[in-house]
């Protein structure tokens, strides 16, 4: 069982950005795909962003391409979600998931095997 725990979520206007973080619970972190989910209010949970174990390889959301920038650090078994020009539309819980040994940088949800308990970001106009 793998826990994933994120944290950096808050309050920001728009234009501003925040940097999300999601810690992992195994010693096998590098052998995972992790991404990121996003869910609105009165909305179905979207992909936003994933790292593929293997190469680095990474893919987004179209609507956040050139803004949000996700990254990992094996070492700290934590991956990152760098949002910069942040918009109102972009207010949603924010999950982390993870892919054990996972093909490529999957966008859909039913790819991951863990995930965490979300963290809210507001984004205010």
């Known amino acids: 069982q793998v826990q994933l725990v994120e944290s950096g979520g808050g309050l920001v206007q728009a234009g501003g950005s925040l940097r999300l973080s999601c810690a992992a619970s195994t010693r096998t972190f590098r052998r995972y795909t992790m991404g990121w989910f996003r869910q609105a209010p009165g909305k179905e949970r979207e992909f936003v962003a994933a790292i593929s174990w293997s190469d680095g390889s990474t893919s987004y959301l179209d609507s956040v391409k050139g803004r949000f920038t996700i990254s990992r650090d094996n070492a700290r078994n934590t991956v990152y979600l760098q949002m910069n020009s942040l918009k109102p539309e972009d207010t949603a819980v924010y999950y982390c998931?993870?892919?054990?040994?996972?093909?490529?940088?999957?966008?859909?949800?039913?790819?991951?095997?863990?995930w965490g308990q979300g963290t809210q970001v507001t984004v205010s106009s």
């Open positions: 998931a993870a892919s054990y040994i996972g093909g490529g940088p999957s966008v859909s949800s039913g790819e991951y095997d863990y």
